[in-house]
């Protein structure tokens, strides 16, 4: 069974701090991909990587930055947080299959992250 | 830009009543369509999906999905619902339009009545 695990699962920081959130997948997934959760808004892309050291921005990039050095591992920073990227934090994963992303992806727990 | 709708944010159901949850999407081109769910405490799990063939889709639980496509649709439905199912269902589609990213519905929270 695909484990896809993230780091933390509560995470408290202040503002202007730099926060490391961390995603490690264990089944050699292609694609990874960072989404936040917000009540009403469902699950919104931040970045995803096809690659090792290739990444896109999604729907929402600002204020964001991920690197993936390594195939299973795919981080998000925010450089310096602010109180409105409070929020649940997923990481998903998914093998690719001919065009990026149309296979289902397979998400870890989440990160509860509060910016104080 | 591409858009996917769920008309109902919170459903409260009695056991054994029957359950459908809308699902609508705003672009066109090839997709790719999703249910996932999340149950209290859990991640998210693949629910079904729908890639191409007969648009009325099985999936795990007892659940199922029918896409059409003219009406840019991929409903949600179960004929009776258990205390289980309490959980938030998000719907999902990849469009070729759409630069090949999973895009996320807002969800749709339903609490079961035992």
């Known amino acids: 069974d695909v484990k896809v695990t993230q780091s933390s699962r509560y995470l408290v920081k202040r503002t202007g701090e730099k926060v490391f959130l961390e995603c490690v997948q264990d089944?050699?997934?292609?694609?990874m991909f960072w989404y936040r959760q917000d009540p009403g808004l469902g699950l919104r892309l931040i970045y995803f990587?096809?690659?090792?050291?290739?990444?896109e921005k999604g729907d929402i990039p600002e204020g964001y930055s991920v690197s993936r050095e390594k195939k299973e591992r795919f981080s998000l920073i925010l450089e310096s947080a602010s109180t409105n990227q409070t929020s649940m934090y997923l990481c998903?994963?998914?093998?690719?299959?001919?065009?990026?992303?149309?296979?289902?992806?397979?998400f870890g727990d989440g990160t509860r992250l509060s910016i104080l | 830009a591409q858009s996917v709708s769920q008309h109902n944010h919170h459903v409260i159901l009695s056991e054994a009543a029957s359950l459908e949850l809308g699902c609508n999407y705003s672009?066109?081109?090839?997709?790719?369509l999703f249910w996932y769910v999340q149950y209290p405490g859990q991640h998210l799990q693949l629910l079904l999906k729908?890639?191409?063939?007969?648009?009325l889709v099985k999936g795990i639980k007892g659940f199922e999905a029918e896409f059409i496509k003219s009406k840019f649709s991929f409903n949600l439905r179960k004929p009776s619902v258990q205390w289980s199912d309490t959980a938030e269902y998000f719907c999902?589609?990849?469009?070729?339009?759409?630069?090949?990213?999973?895009?996320f519905g807002g969800g749709t929270r339903l609490m079961v009545k035992p």
């Open positions: 998903a994963s998914s093998l690719s299959r001919g065009g990026r992303g149309h296979q289902p992806q397979h």
């Open positions: 089944m050699d997934h292609e694609n």
């Open positions: 990587s096809y690659d090792v050291k290739m990444k």
């Open positions: 672009y066109g081109g090839t997709v790719n």
């Open positions: 729908y890639f191409s063939g007969d648009p």
């Open positions: 999902a589609v990849i469009s070729n339009n759409a630069g090949n990213m999973l895009t």
